[in-house]
């Protein structure tokens, strides 16, 4: 069965570095997303991507956020400067279809845990 | 806003018990309700949503309007039913956002 995966699954970066956290999603899905959790809180949204372009977004997605979608497959999520407060688990999911498709549940990735020091 | 309370961090029951994994919602519109499920090393994955109104591995989940509530049942818990199940909600209009609560883990004892 086809999965979202992502790399790396651990990532420590210090403090005002950038980091890039990768995800190759599963072939003919055309909705990604990132959510993330920080350790012992609940799973937020961090922002959607259709068709090349972000759909929606977070109040948690600042400036210090991007997404990109570089070739067919990749789909990474940059963090320009990071901050300690960004230490989290980041979950990238892709869809076949919006979330209001019947039947088009999201597929999550097994997660990167980013540590910032 | 829209907000999803799991009021258990932890619910342990025996193999055989029936089993209620507690979940609210506070949200004007008409809701889409999902539960995801997380096994022990294992990816975050859709276990049912609402509007399928099915039952998936003995588990059953019904929206009640009136008291706000998705909460997830099963008869009788299995020890494979351990994981950690979260409750998600979305607006049913222009949004492909879930919104998650915070998770129960359910443990299963033999």
């Known amino acids: 069965e086809p999965e979202v995966t992502q790399t790396p699954s651990h990532q420590v970066t210090q403090m005002g570095q950038e980091v890039i956290l990768r995800c190759v999603p599963i072939?003919?899905?055309?909705?990604f997303y990132w959510y993330r959790q920080i350790l012992g809180q609940k799973v937020e949204f961090l922002v959607s991507?259709?068709?090349?372009?972000?759909?929606?977004k977070s109040e948690i997605f600042d400036d210090q956020f991007s997404v990109e979608r570089p070739d067919g497959s990749n789909f990474t999520l940059k963090i320009r400067s990071t901050k300690l407060e960004d230490s989290a688990m980041y979950f990238c999911?892709?869809?076949?279809?919006?979330?209001?498709?019947?039947?088009?549940?999201?597929?999550f990735g097994n997660g990167t845990r980013l540590t910032v020091t | 806003a829209q907000r999803v309370t799991q009021p258990e961090k932890l619910l342990s029951v025996f193999k055989g018990a029936p089993v209620e994994l507690k979940c609210n919602y506070s949200?004007?519109?008409?809701?889409?309700l999902f539960w995801y499920v997380q096994y022990s090393r294992q990816r975050l994955q859709l276990l049912l949503r609402?509007?399928s109104r099915e039952s998936i591995k003995g588990f059953t989940a019904d929206l009640n309007k009136g008291e706000t509530s998705f909460h997830l049942k099963k008869p009788f818990a299995q020890e494979e039913d351990s994981a950690m199940y979260y409750c998600?909600?979305?607006?049913?209009?222009?949004?492909?956002?879930?919104?998650f609560g915070t998770g129960t883990r359910l443990q299963v004892f033999p």
């Open positions: 999911a892709s869809s076949e279809f919006g979330q209001s498709t019947y039947n088009s549940p999201l597929h």
């Open positions: 072939s003919n899905h055309l909705y």
């Open positions: 991507f259709y068709n090349n372009e972000i759909s929606e």
């Open positions: 949200y004007s519109g008409s809701p889409e």
């Open positions: 609402h509007i």
């Open positions: 998600a909600l979305k607006r049913t209009y222009n949004t492909d956002k879930l919104i």
